[in-house]
């Protein structure tokens, strides 16, 4: 256990970046996961960190599977751990991860995989939604447009709830890099195509296929929607105009993975 008390310490100012800067991972390919949570479901995955923080308060009654989930573990006094929080009620621990590939490009793109494309979601919460109903429903890989929120921003984390770790996750992906992707492009609409849920029992949703989820306010853009072999529309009886992206995502991903279920 190394203890450590300046604020001046390498580690701490860098703890303080990656909390506090929804971009800093891209420069270190590092990423802050802060709480109990989000440690466990990073081990849950199989994933190791390169390095443990506790407060002073969690060192002594800490639980060993966090304990000895790094060969380097580091306390700070509560004071400086709460300093470097991202959260407006601190944890008292979290890993600092190092990304795989977090060099990742457009070239990096999977082909023929369940995918979920984000075209220029910009609230972090939605983003975050997204990725964990990706997960919870088999679409393994998301591909975001430049635009949307940061994919390994602390707030995204929060929101995703440990989803990142089963996902391949790849951003800057522009609509051109799409047309090597081999698979069905699907896209919703509030005013062409099938209702999804008449799809859904004729069991004509392909799967693996591809969503396209736009932007909160302008929707899908015309480029992208373009390449979407099918529209589909979501059924809204109770008369409300458009739903949330994230609950539209959650909807059409759960449809897709369902579809062919005996």
């Known amino acids: 256990m190394n203890l450590v008390t300046s604020r ?16 800093a991972y891209r420069k270190s390919g590092r990423v802050w996961l802060e709480g109990d949570n989000l440690c466990r479901a990073l081990l849950t995955r199989g994933h190791l960190p390169e390095q443990a923080v506790f407060a002073q308060s969690a060192w002594d009654q800490a639980d060993p599977q966090l304990t000895k989930a790094s060969q380097k573990n580091t306390v700070l006094p509560d004071a400086l751990f709460r300093e470097i929080s991202g959260l407006e009620s601190a944890s008292t621990m979290g890993f600092v991860w190092t990304i795989p590939n977090a060099a990742d490009n457009a070239d990096d793109i999977q082909n023929g995989v369940p995918t979920v494309f984000l075209d220029c979601i910009q609230d972090a919460g939605n983003v975050g939604s997204i990725l964990r109903s990706a997960g919870a429903f088999g679409f393994t890989q998301v591909l975001a447009r430049k ?29 051109e890099q799409l047309a090597d992707l081999q698979i069905a492009w699907l896209s919703t609409s509030s005013h062409q195509g099938p209702f999804l849920h008449t799809l859904l029992a004729e069991a004509k949703l392909p799967m693996p296929c591809a969503w396209l989820m736009g932007h ?18 979501i059924a809204q009886p109770g008369g409300e105009e458009s739903l949330n992206v994230a609950s539209a995502a959650a909807i059409c991903l759960h449809a897709s993975a369902t579809c062919h279920l005996a």
């Open 8 to 23: 001046d310490n390498p580690l701490v100012k860098e703890l303080r970046r990656l909390s506090q800067d929804s971009t």
């Open 147 to 175: 635009g949307t929120a940061a994919l390994w921003s602390p707030k995204v984390l929060r929101a995703a709830m440990g989803a990142h770790f089963g996902l391949h996750l790849v951003e800057g992906v522009g609509p």
């Open 216 to 233: 909160e306010g302008q929707g899908v853009s015309a480029a992208l929607a373009e390449r979407a072999a099918v529209h589909v529309r």
